[in-house]
């Protein structure tokens, strides 16, 4: 089903096409948290499945699949976003719409590439961290 | 956001999740989400807003991680 207008989602597809490897996306749903009093009544984890089935239409390279409550998530609607099916610890947490669809699809543009685009000084310094490190960023559709 | 992508793409070590703050509000109530993007360290909020590159891992290399 299309999520974009268009002439959008023709661009997605060309940028889609510069994957340089695949990219699965599982979508895990389970419980969901209450929204806020006066939040649209929707179907938070059947519109993420919708989205995420819309953008892996448009790229062979990508493809996706949905599991009940799978290991690994805090909470529901998610995405782990999967380089060649592998775990790197990337998620997103709700529903990826509005302005967040752009944070999804860099997501999966970032995980086709087979060298980061980070700086090379970048890369070395993350290359000497001896600790774990969580970053977790809170975003708003809008 | 992106850059907390990358950052976990490039180590093993760095796991990165964007949460959507009006679908999670008792989370986002307990980091004192205000204004997005807020950005959370190992369970601790640090900032608010994009930062270029070389801040940002400065930011998230920052001896207060050790």
């Known amino acids: ?142 | 956001m992106l850059l907390a992508y990358k950052t976990a793409l490039a180590s093993p070590r760095v796991r990165s999740a964007a949460i959507e703050a009006t679908e999670f509000p008792a989370l986002a109530d307990s980091m004192d989400v205000w204004s997005v993007p807020r950005i959370v360290v190992n369970g601790v909020p640090q900032w608010d807003g994009a930062v270029p590159e070389r801040v940002f891992l400065d930011r998230v290399l920052a001896p207060a991680f050790e």
């Not at chain 1, 649209?40 to 989205?51: K, L, M, P, S």
């Open chain 1, 1 to 142: 089903m299309a999520i974009f207008p268009p002439e959008d989602e023709e661009r997605v597809r060309e940028l889609l096409d510069a994957l340089e490897r695949s990219v699965e996306l599982l979508v895990a749903l389970g419980p969901e948290e209450a929204p806020l009093p006066g939040a649209r009544d929707i179907d938070f984890g059947a519109e993420t499945q919708r989205v995420v089935s819309g953008l892996a239409a448009l790229s062979e390279r990508v493809t996706y699949r949905v599991e009940e409550e799978p290991d690994g998530f805090d909470r529901y609607p998610a995405i782990a976003i999967l380089p060649e099916g592998g775990d790197v610890g990337l998620r997103y947490y709700g529903l990826p719409w509005g302005y967040e669809l752009g944070s999804l699809i860099g997501a999966v543009l970032e995980a086709g590439r087979r060298e980061s685009s980070l700086r090379p000084e970048s890369l070395e310094r993350l290359a000497g961290l001896e600790r774990d490190l969580t970053i977790d960023v809170f975003v708003t559709p809008t």
